[in-house]
């Protein structure tokens, strides 16, 4: 059902694809935007297991798209260097292909938060689990189901990596 990559001598193991997709602090969204035009945005995320959430206000485009269609991709890129003396650039990335859903359970809406405030704030839990209170009827938590990963790094890398 999905490709398989061209070159496969740059892929990434599926554990290196959840180290990056663990480490990154921003990934980019792609949905079916209105009247069919590809829609992405960037936003900070958590993966979870099989599963990367997110949050976002209640209403906006990016639900809308979702909830036209629940199938996305989703990247992250881990390095980006350009090399103009050798006129290549140093990389490393993942792009994820799943189902996203907007997360109707109270308790998995907590949890997605929850698991974005140990990422992002760990320093600030008890202030982090206030905000999530204060804000509960204007947040909007989305779980992304991951049902293919692949990474790509460039050869350099793969070479100085073993």
Not at 8 to 36: M, Y
């Amino acid at each position: 059902m999905f490709r398989e990559m061209r070159r496969k001598n740059q892929a990434l193991s599926a554990e290196a694809c959840r180290e990056i997709l663990s480490r990154g602090s921003t990934g980019i969204l792609a949905v079916q935007g209105d009247d069919g035009y590809p829609y992405t945005v960037p936003l900070n995320f958590v993966l979870d297991g099989d599963r990367i959430y997110f949050h976002c206000a209640r209403q906006g485009h990016k639900l809308d798209a979702i909830r036209r269609s629940s199938k996305v991709s989703f990247c992250v890129v881990d390095r980006d260097q350009v090399l103009p003396e050798v006129f290549s650039t140093q990389f490393a990335s993942v792009v994820v292909f799943g189902r996203a859903r907007v997360v109707e359970d109270p308790e998995e809406c907590h949890h997605g938060l929850v698991k974005l405030l140990e990422k992002y704030a760990p320093a600030f839990m008890e202030a982090g689990q206030k905000e999530i209170r204060a804000e509960w009827d204007a947040v909007q938590v989305v779980a992304i189901e991951i049902e293919w990963l692949s990474g790509k790094t460039d050869k350099r890398s793969m070479e100085a990596n073993g």
